[in-house]
């Protein structure tokens, strides 16, 4: 039996373990087409803060990990499947075939309708890559707005508190955090940024970066 892993996450990283565990003579192959060991993008605000180094950010610590566990590792691009076929096609060309296969790749960040997002200097924060250039320019004092105060905007938004930046919050709906928590809660954390001295801008829409 082959199984293959498109995605090298946690959900792909689990799934390969958790395969090898139940099945001890199966092919396993994981494949991420991020050119990094499968990280974390949770650990990504402490790398962020400096309260790790980017190797803690890393999903197994053992360079041999996959290999210990018979689970190859492939740094490509799923770039087709055919199902019916049982095989798919890496970005090189290169073909796999599979008995099951794991889609588990995750999801993107969405770029907002705002022009000006390409323009240098302006970055999601989603991938270990992303996470790189903002610590670049994520210098004490550096004047950084934040688009966006959903649960992960706040956590990136905490880690760059820490970096000592001169923060300015964006976010369109009427609260941080609008999704997750209600007028009480979501004014608490507005009044505890503020008090940190970060400028909070809610129901309010950026337009244009330039
Ligand atoms: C800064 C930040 C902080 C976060 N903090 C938290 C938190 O505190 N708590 C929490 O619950 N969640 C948090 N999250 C969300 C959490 O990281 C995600 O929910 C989690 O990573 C999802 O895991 P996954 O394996 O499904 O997908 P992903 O981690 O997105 O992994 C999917 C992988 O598949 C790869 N891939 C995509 N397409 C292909 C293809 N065609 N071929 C090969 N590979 C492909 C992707 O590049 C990626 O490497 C955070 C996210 C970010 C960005």
């Known amino acids: 039996m082959t ?3 498109a995605g090298a996450g946690p959900a792909g990283v689990i799934a390969a373990e ?7 003579d199966s092919e396993i192959m994981l494949i991420g087409d ?3 060991p499968p990280y974390s993008r949770m650990a990504i605000p402490y790398f962020m803060a400096g309260n790790i180094k980017e190797a803690g950010t890393h999903l197994r610590k053992s360079n041999n990990h ?3 566990r018979k689970i190859k590792y492939v740094q490509d691009r799923v770039e087709s499947v055919k199902p019916q076929d049982g095989k798919l096609t890496l970005q090189g060309g290169e073909k796999q075939a599979f008995d ?3 889609v588990a790749t995750g999801a993107s960040a969405v770029k907002p309708p705002v ?12 991938t ?5 250039e903002i610590v670049k320019l994520a210098k004490k004092d550096a004047n950084v707005v934040l688009m966006g105060a959903g649960f992960i905007g706040c956590i990136i938004l905490q880690a760059l508190v820490e970096c000592g930046v001169k923060l300015t919050v964006v976010e369109m709906e009427d609260r941080m955090v609008p999704r997750m928590m209600n007028d009480t809660a979501g004014n608490m954390l507005k009044r505890w940024c503020e008090k940190k001295g970060i400028v909070v801008y809610t129901s309010t829409r950026a337009t244009e970066v330039s």
């Open 18 to 24: 958790t395969l090898r565990k139940t099945n001890p």
């Open 100 to 102: 099951q296969l794991l």
């Open 128 to 132: 270990l890559e992303d996470s790189r």
């Open 66 to 68: 996959y290999d210990d």
């Open 34 to 36: 991020e050119p990094e």
């Open 115 to 126: 022009s000006g997002l390409d323009l240098p200097g302006v970055h999601h924060c989603w």
């Open 3 to 5: 199984y293959v892993i």
